[in-house]
Every structure is written in structure tokens, then in C-alpha cells.
T-cell receptor, first 114, second 117 residues
Framework: DTAVSQTPKYLVTQMGNDKSIKCEQNLGHDTMYWYKQDSKKFLKIMFSYNNKELIINETVPNRFSPKSPDKAHLNLHINSLELGDSAVYFC?????????????FGQGTRLTVV | AQTVTQSQPEMSVQEAETVTLSCTYDTSESDYYLFWYKQPPSRQMILVIRQEAYKQQNATENRFSVNFQKAAKSFSLKISDSQLGDAAMYFCAYRSLTQGGSEKLVFGKGTKLTVNP
């Protein structure tokens, strides 16, 4: 059973379109994240949610809107896609309490905007 | 804000030999976690090893070990007896403990490791 799963794994779309990426975790974690990995492989936090509440919004354009219907799901909707949005988007989750734990990552969604 | 620096964009090692990947970080916090993640061509992010800042003992996981120098803010990864399957991008990451439970990972830019047969 996949701990953190994202769909789709690949997404090719035209500029100006709106698209969504879905993420689900079955680990019972309280916190979920979206990270973006650019073409140079640099990974950066975009958002974090804690029990459906937005905690971190790291200067992301407001064309990106995360939604967390429950603590096991965190979706990412992107409006008016631009060429610069092409990247790999990773969903991750971790437990709420600080401790000897790491973030568990999904397999990533490679978004290509043409 | 915390920053993580990996000064080696690429490294190579012969199979069965040992290689060390460098990582330095900048923080004003005293408690935090440090991680090394591996990203093979499959794209999956895999935890290699973690280190708690309050522990003086260096973490080890089988062939992987770290040299954690808290005063120098250095966290290098040593891979012993390198195997072909170790070829991947390696990311050093910092995690704060002071964000109300929603600690984010701050990543370095990665080191691409090639293992030569």
C-alpha cells in the first residue's frame, strides 16, 4: 500500500489551462505539504496544512490554491498555467508532534506546460 | 531564515569505494533535525539518514554515516562500499522544531552521485 500517493504522475497541458493534482496519505499524519522541484532539481516548500488548516504559504502566486477536504487529503489547483509552472510537484506528510520523524513523500507529479 | 549549502554539484566514486558528500547550513536555532534524502531516477524521495542536533553521536545506517559538527554547522554524508544502486541525487535538508508542529524542510541544491563499475 502506497503511503503518500499523488495523481496524476504526469501532466501535460497548454498555457492558460487550469489543472489539479491530488494527494492522499494513509499514514494518519496531521500535516501535509506541497513542494516544488524546478528544472535544476531545487526543492522548495510551497504550502503546509495542519489538520485542514493552512500553516505555511511560501510566497506562491495566488494562481496556486491548495485545498484540504480532510487531514488525509491535500489537493493543489493551478489556474491560468504558465510555462514557468513546469516542474515536479511533490506532496509529503509528517506527524504533528516534533520528534524523530521525517517527511514521507509521494512519487511526484511532473507538470509540463506547453 | 535557515539555509542549506551543498558545495558539490556532482561527485563520482568507484564501486566498493567510499565517498563523502558535503553539507553546511546556517541557523540561529539550537534544536533542529538534519536529514539526507536520496532521489534516484525514479524521482522518489527516500530518507537515507537523520540526525538530531542535541545528539553528539553521529548517526549511522548500515553503509551510510554522517559527520555532524554542530559548532561548524557541517553535516557530511559518508557512503562506504559504494554500490551501483547508490547512484542518485542526494539532498541535505534542515528541519526546524519551532514552527508550531508544521516544520518545513529546507533543502540544499543537491549533489549528483555517479557510481562507476
Amino acid at each position: 500500500d502506497t503511503a503518500v500517493s499523488q495523481t496524476p504522475k504526469y501532466l501535460v497541458t497548454q498555457m492558460g489551462n487550469d489543472k489539479s493534482i491530488k494527494c492522499e496519505q494513509n499514514l494518519g499524519h496531521d500535516t501535509m505539504y506541497w513542494y516544488k522541484q524546478d528544472s535544476k532539481k531545487f526543492l522548495k516548500i510551497m504550502f503546509s496544512y495542519n489538520n485542514k488548516e493552512l500553516i505555511i504559504n511560501e510566497t506562491v502566486p495566488n494562481r496556486f490554491s491548495p485545498k484540504s477536504p480532510d487531514k488525509a487529503h491535500l489537493n493543489l489547483h493551478i489556474n491560468s498555467l504558465e510555462l514557468g509552472d513546469s516542474a515536479v510537484y511533490f506532496c509529503a506528510s509528517s506527524p504533528l508532534f516534533p520528534g524523530n520523524t521525517e517527511a514521507f513523500f509521494g512519487q511526484g507529479t511532473r507538470l509540463t506546460v506547453v | 531564515a535557515q539555509t542549506v549549502t551543498q558545495s558539490q554539484p556532482e561527485m563520482s566514486v568507484q564501486e566498493a569505494e567510499t565517498v563523502t558528500l558535503s553539507c553546511t547550513y546556517d541557523t540561529s536555532e539550537s534544536d533542529y533535525y538534519l536529514f539526507w534524502y536520496k532521489q534516484p531516477p525514479s524521482r522518489q524521495m527516500i530518507l537515507v539518514i537523520r540526525q538530531e542536533a542535541y545528539k553528539q553521536q553521529n548517526a549511522t545506517e548500515n553503509r551510510f554515516s554522517v559527520n555532524f559538527q554542530k559548532a561548524a554547522k557541517s553535516f557530511s554524508l559518508k557512503i562506504s562500499d559504494s554500490q551501483l544502486g547508490d547512484a542518485a541525487m542526494y539532498f541535505c535538508a534542515y528541519r526546524s522544531l519551532t514552527q508550531g508542529g508544521s516544520e518545513k524542510l529546507v533543502f540544499g541544491k543537491g549533489t549528483k552521485l555517479t557510481v562507476n563499475p
